[in-house]
T-cell receptor, first 114, second 110 residues
Framework: ETGVTQTPRHLVMGMTNKKSLKCEQH?????MYWYKQSAKKPLELMFV???????ENNSVPSRFSPECPNSSHLFLHLHTLQPEDSALYLC?????????????FGPGTRLTVL | KQEVTQIPAALSVPEGENLVLNCSFT??????LQWFRQDPGKGLTSLLL?????REQTSGRLNASLDKSSGRSTLYIAASQPGDSATYLC?????????FGKGTKLTVNP
């Protein structure tokens, strides 16, 4: 596998479920990101990890819980979500947190909350 | 707070046309600007990245320019093809954060 991969690609869950999104990057990067893309809104940055340490949390509700066990893997744990959390969740990575080489994105997980 | 605006929101052109997509941003203190392509329901593919010290970048039929002082960037697509149909996103990297516009949805008709 190359680049940034995300699983699952599609997820449907009820409001009481607990699920996790997984992201893996094969680029040797040190920074990883979670973004949310809702219909007709710009991509919103949720979390930033640099060298496995969370360096930014953009006022995201606690029902979203990120985890970065190593520099190649990033998880987003979901619990007690709301229907308005339905969106495309994108993972990205970059060489460093403020890399001049830009960010590389995964294909995303399409989440539907019923 | 950085704000990124993309005009037009949607564009439909016949195959073969040359076209320009526009991006403007409010804070000129940026590290770089990136243009992405997004196909429906898919992730983002990076097309071009322009460093703050550069004026333009080219890749095949794509040319992106950057005028940092006026807060503007353009993406020029030459000889458009139906396969170019997608949403094009402009993202500005400043203060260690990437800020996106809402995108321009491009349709190239055969």
């Amino acid at each position: 596998e190359t680049g940034v991969t995300q699983t699952p690609r599609h997820l449907v869950m009820g409001m009481t479920n607990k699920k996790s999104l997984k992201c893996e990057q094969h680029l040797g990067h040190n920074a990883m990101y979670w973004y949310k893309q809702s219909a007709k809104k710009p991509l919103e940055l949720m979390f930033v990890y640099s060298l496995e340490e969370r360096v930014e949390n953009n006022s995201v509700p606690s029902r979203f819980s990120p985890e970065c066990p190593n520099s190649s893997h990033l998880f987003l744990h979901l619990h007690t979500l709301q229907p308005e959390d339905s969106a495309l969740y994108l993972c990205a990575s970059s060489q460093e947190r403020d890399s001049a080489l830009g960010q590389f994105f995964g294909p995303g997980t399409r989440l539907t909350v019923l | 707070k950085q704000e990124v605006t993309q005009i037009p929101a949607a564009l439909s052109v016949p195959e073969g046309e040359n076209l320009v997509l526009n991006c403007s941003f409010t804070d000129s203190a940026i590290y770089n600007l990136q243009w992405f392509r997004q196909d429906p329901g898919k992730g983002l593919t990076s097309l071009l990245l322009i460093q703050s010290s550069q004026r333009e970048q080219t890749s095949g039929r794509l040319n992106a320019s950057l005028d940092k002082s006026s807060g503007r960037s353009t993406l020029y697509i030459a000889a458009s093809q139906p396969g170019d149909s997608a949403t094009y996103l402009c993202a500005v990297h400043g203060s260690e954060k990437l800020v996106f516009g809402k995108g321009t949805k491009l349709t190239v008709n055969p």
